[in-house]
């Protein structure tokens, strides 16, 4: 085959690939997206449970769901699990000041603008939102908008 036939053909593939992954990119985002708005509906959902919600029948009457910022695609991160054996427990403090007793079921790190950072994964099977999924995990933080936009 000549050089001539091949180089029209390569040409159209190069102009076509960046479409083809821009739209399974987009794809991708558009499913994340759906998923997180699943997933705060889901909450949304429990948190009007008066079996189940964290809030009392007053609140409830009042309850007009929580607010989020909006989804940044920028921080969907692939972090590493490293399970940690021995499924310690560990108290920790809650926003209410009250304790509250998780098990450590390891460590997830990741990298983001070049740093890295490593976060405690826990377990509370005593929470409603892991009722029937006991995979479910928690990571606590804190970052700096704590005590203005975020629970402390």
């Known amino acids: 085959m000549k050089l001539a036939s091949i180089l029209p ?21 558009n499913l994340h997206n759906e998923e997180i708005a699943n997933y705060r509906a889901a909450k949304n959902q429990l948190m009007t449970d008066s079996l189940n ?16 910022f909006p989804v940044d695609i920028q921080y969907r991160l692939d972090g590493r699990f490293m399970p940690d054996e021995s499924r310690s427990e560990v108290s920790l403090n809650t926003t209410s000041g009250s304790k509250i007793n998780l098990i450590k079921v390891g460590t997830v790190t990741f990298s983001l603008e070049g740093k890295s950072y490593s976060f405690m994964v826990f377990q ?16 606590p933080f804190a970052d700096l908008s704590n005590g203005k936009n975020t629970n402390p």
């Open 9 to 29: 053909l390569f040409l159209i593939c190069i102009l076509i690939a960046p479409t083809a992954f821009s739209q399974a990119g987009d794809q991708t985002i």
């Open 53 to 68: 919600s964290p809030l009392n029948a007053d609140q409830i009457k009042k309850f007009d769901g929580l607010s989020y």
């Open 124 to 139: 509370n099977k005593n929470l409603p939102e892991f009722d029937d999924r006991s995979q479910q995990l928690f990571i």
